[in-house]
């Protein structure tokens, strides 16, 4: 077990605000104490500070090694988890540094947390109970050796590891470890409710192409930047259609719809013929689960092209999930309207959707630098390529 001396403590209560990098350059008098570990104490506690704000105040906990810190959860990613799991025993197979067990096992009477590698066990052991979490046991083992020797509970909990045996990422479901397609079957064996969590690069489509049995797909985005793909298995639900739930945790609180594929196939999705007052943008949880058409039906918006995720109206959609623009003008590629409607603009936020060239290219043509209130949105609009000049009306970031 990891043990923190008097003079470690001291040395990271003095230097918890400093800059790490800096400081282990010049730490100063050290005598006494373990400099790696105290360094580490104090990368992870700024760390948590911004991403796990109510761990950050708990005095004495235990940080792992940078890399486990990157990977886990953030603290509203883990707490949207949550509301998704319950009952009266839980195992997290692949526990991690333990945020997301954290946050799991307090809708359970039982909970297990099991983990490869003992510096994790480590602080695990240290942490749960400082973190209020006296019913939680720490169980160092392969989550395939556990898995095939425990008894059956309400839920499993698991992360793949997403790294390769040289630390390279990976996002092919077969490539991380646990696959889950190989190990299904016993995971059904043991529980009647699997959670699983994928990073957000995986592709959707391909997913549930491999994997039988998914009652419902979450999309989750932290200011609108997807961080995790969840596939949740619940057997006495099969037969059900999956539902898809695309999720954004903003400071404003949670943006989310829900729809079936069918849904989606069967939504009536009107088409615009021109650019209206207001151009909606989509956040990115929607755009990667695949609500297209099922936006223009729900919020009565146009879609400015059967390919182009961007949308339109006249009369502003204020509740639309997503960014709204207030249209100034939109425009060819043109010279003479170039002219028109750029003259004078040295800079804009530019996007491109649907539009053969990048933003680097266009950026370089159009000679303009990046920032400012003035958005463009280089796109296609009922089969032309147009530029879209607007202003933010409203954000949900």
């Given at each position: ?104 096992s307090r809708k359970f009477e039982q ?188 919020y009565s918006v146009s879609k400015l092209d059967v390919n182009t995720h ?88």
């Amino acid at each position: 077990m990891v043990e923190i001396g008097d003079p470690t403590k001291a040395f990271i209560a003095k230097h918890r605000d400093d800059d790490v990098r800096n400081l282990a350059l010049h730490p100063g008098k050290v005598d006494g104490v373990d400099l790696p570990l105290a360094l580490r104490q104090i990368e992870g506690w700024q760390v948590a500070l911004k991403k796990l704000p109510s761990w950050a105040e708990v005095d004495g906990l235990l940080y792992p090694p940078h890399i486990s810190l990157e990977q886990c959860s953030s603290e509203q990613t883990a707490l949207y988890k949550s509301r998704l799991l319950k009952g009266g025993s839980l195992v997290d197979l692949t526990g991690g540094f333990g945020v997301d067990f954290s946050y799991l096992s307090r809708k359970f009477e039982q909970a297990t947390y099991v983990e490869r590698q003992e510096l994790l066990c480590e602080a695990a052991s240290h942490n749960f109970p400082l973190l209020g979490l006296p019913h939680a046991e720490v169980v160092c083992a392969q989550a395939t050796d556990f898995l095939s020797a425990m008894p059956a509970v309400d839920c499993i909990y698991l992360d793949p590891a997403r790294r390769d045996q040289y630390g390279r990422k990976v996002v092919s479901l077969v490539d991380c470890e646990p696959d889950l397609t190989l190990l299904l079957p016993a995971l059904f064996e043991k529980s009647k409710r699997i959670l699983v969590k994928y990073s957000p690069m995986l592709d959707l489509s391909s997913a549930l192409a491999a994997l039988q049995g998914v009652t419902e797909v979450h999309v989750v985005a932290l200011h609108n930047e997807c961080k995790e793909l969840l596939f949740l298995f619940d057997r006495e639900r099969r037969g059900e259609d999956m539902k898809i739930v695309c999720a954004n945790l903003t400071r404003k609180g949670l943006s989310e719809i829900s729809f079936t594929r069918e849904e989606e196939r069967e939504a009536s999705c009107s088409l615009a013929k021109e650019v209206g007052k207001y151009l909606y943008e989509p956040n990115v949880s929607i755009l990667k689960g695949g609500a297209y058409r099922l936006l223009s039906q729900r919020y009565s918006v146009s879609k400015l092209d059967v390919n182009t995720h961007l949308y339109t109206s006249d009369e502003m959609v204020p509740d639309f999930p997503g960014r709204i623009f207030e249209v100034e003008s939109c425009f060819s590629m043109g010279k003479s309207e170039l002219k028109q409607n750029l003259a004078g603009v040295e800079s804009a936020n530019l996007s491109v959707r649907n539009f053969p060239q990048t933003v680097l290219q266009l950026r370089t043509k159009l000679k303009l630098k990046e920032g400012g209130d003035l958005y463009l949105f280089a796109t296609t609009l009922a089969g032309k390529k147009v530029l879209v000049k607007c202003t933010k009306a409203t954000s949900v970031d």
